[in-house]
């Protein structure tokens, strides 16, 4: 698929709970989700494994979503040129990104984030999280780049054997 390899969503709420999602891809963005211009966007007790994209995103793309919401939810093996895990795109309107409880392991891009990357949002926040051997290939953060955000909270959350090739740890 071009986009989201399992699903496509452009609506006003949007909660995936309990799912799993193994072995999607898409050409384009987000290889398990892709999501557009959608006021509150929920993962709750997801696990997102083997997800690939040649875009941004490789288990999930958002683009201009108001809201975000990642709890309680494993990411793992996940696969793209810019974020492995999450490629959550804001603009001026979004507020709010919120990831809590999350586990995100061996994950990899080739030009960006191995794991997350979160840009224009006003604040973001990430907490009692465990990020452990996400490898970027090329510039960007081993785990996670954050751009653009006014507030950035880090709460008891784990770091380990994160890399980057050639920049940023």
Known sequence: ??????AIIDI?????YKCIFHSNSAKLQGGAI???NIKHFVVSAC??????????????????DRKITCV????????????GCA???????????????NTFKYNTASRGPGCVRIFLYKRVNLSNS????????ARSG????????????????????NSAISSHG
């Open 47 to 64: 696990v997102f494994i083997h997800q690939s994209s040649s875009g941004p995103g490789g288990a999930i793309h958002s683009d201009d």
């Open 142 to 161: 081993g785990a996670i780049e954050v751009e653009n955000v006014e507030v950035l909270i880090l709460v008891r959350s784990e770091f380990l054997n």
């Open 72 to 83: 309680d939810s494993y990411f793992q093996s996940n696969t793209a040129s810019k974020a």
């Open 34 to 36: 892709s999501s557009e």
């Open 12 to 16: 006003f709420y949007v909660r995936f």
């Open 87 to 101: 490629y959550i795109y804001g603009s001026q309107a979004s507020l709010k990104s919120t990831f809590n409880n």
């Open 130 to 137: 465990l990020l452990l051997g996400n490898e970027a290939m």
């Open 1 to 6: 698929y071009n986009g989201g390899g399992a």
